[in-house]
């Protein structure tokens, strides 16, 4: 099949077309350029691809859905809602890597992201799959989550679905690598800044938590809020949320443990240890989100650890499981990677 992406100057982008050329079904990628006036050779925008003169060709929606079967947006907030109508309208199979469709409601779109919403009715058709959960099976254009929220979201479902913890006691430190800060240099990526240096950023700001409460609000409709800190770390790539809360006073662990293993049981990418915390370095370069879990007896608080890389596990990689399971093939398929080592 072929299939498109727009956006392809961005880390997420560029790894999304990396992992669809390794795609057993995918025997084409068309890009696109959403702020291209004519089609130029991708080694000219994304020096990552110095030797790659494929064609990237200016957004016109008509060919996209004339030329493909599929399309990926890797296209930041607030452009994607500028161009997804007609691929809605037209019930176009779409992934889409930004935030634009995330958020149910577009006032909570509008305060956390200061950008003009996408229309209610469209927003209504999009469909947020978290992949490894899948309970949105019927979508068409699916909302790929964000990669805080992936890591997060995965390390709590077993608690938060069986009711198992004070949802009041949620506490999540939260820490990424550079790349999650995307490309453009800022003061907070500037080397002499980042090197050797931890940086707490958009305390209490952060757009992935409204993801997140409304995700888990869907699972336990007595969530209120969490308590969300993130921090730069000067690493290329990874996340790891280690989060606390307070089980209920009649849960034991072995209770915590039967619900990990029931959710993820069968799961191709999701590991639990209630042996060993894991590490940033196990996933990097790997769909898979590990996940560990430790528990305080003295004052009944549970830690769980979870860890992924957020351009793969948080990003395209995810996309291309949606894509998979959008399209019934081997939910793997593509997604065969290997640990980066050292």
């Known amino acids: 099949m072929q299939v ?18 390794k795609h057993s079904q995918v025997n084409q990628i068309n890009l696109y350029g959403h702020n291209l006036s004519e089609p130029t050779q991708l080694n000219q925008i994304n020096d990552e691809f110095s030797y790659d003169q494929h064609l990237v060709f200016p957004y016109d929606e008509n060919a996209i859905i004339k030329d493909n079967d599929a399309v990926f947006f890797a296209t930041p907030a607030g452009v994607t809602s500028k161009m997804a109508k007609p691929f809605i309208k037209a019930g ?14 577009p006032d909570e779109y509008v305060k956390w992201y200061q950008k003009d919403p996408a229309e209610l009715s ?3 058709k999009a469909q947020y799959c978290l992949a490894d959960i899948n309970d949105s099976e019927d979508a068409k254009y699916i909302a790929n989550p964000g990669c805080y929220a992936t890591a997060v979201l995965l390390g709590l479902a077993p608690v938060v679905k ?8 949620i506490v999540i430190d939260a820490k990424s690598g550079l790349s999650g ?14 090197n050797e240096n931890l940086q707490v950023y958009k305390p209490h700001e952060h757009k992935h938590i409204p993801e997140i409460v409304q995700k888990l609000q869907v699972w336990n409709k007595k969530v209120q809020n969490i308590e969300f800190m993130t921090t730069l770390v000067p690493l290329n790539k990874g996340i790891m949320c280690t989060m606390f809360m307070k089980l209920k006073s009649n849960i034991e662990m072995d209770k915590v443990q039967h619900a990990f293993d029931s959710l993820y049981a069968n799961s191709n990418f999701v590991y639990v240890s209630m042996d060993e915390l894991p590490t940033i370095k196990s996933v990097v370069g790997t769909n898979e989100c590990h996940v560990g879990l430790s528990f ?3 004052n009944n608080t549970l830690m769980i650890v979870s860890v992924i890389d957020n351009m793969i ?15 019934d093939f081997d939910e793997t398929d593509g997604l065969e990677l290997m640990h980066v080592l050292p």
């Open 313 to 327: 596990k948080g990003a395209a990689g995810q996309a291309i499981q949606n894509f998979n399971h959008l399209f």
């Open 4 to 21: 498109a992406i727009i956006g392809i100057t961005g880390y997420a982008g560029s790894t999304l077309y990396e992992l669809l050329k």
């Open 92 to 105: 176009f199979p779409v992934i889409d890597l930004s935030g634009d469709y995330r958020l149910k409601d």
């Open 122 to 124: 469209d927003l209504q």
């Open 181 to 194: 800060a995307g490309k453009s240099l800022s003061d907070s990526s500037h080397f002499v800044i980042a």
């Open 162 to 169: 069986e009711d198992l913890i004070d949802l009041d006691s």
């Open 296 to 298: 305080n007896f003295s």
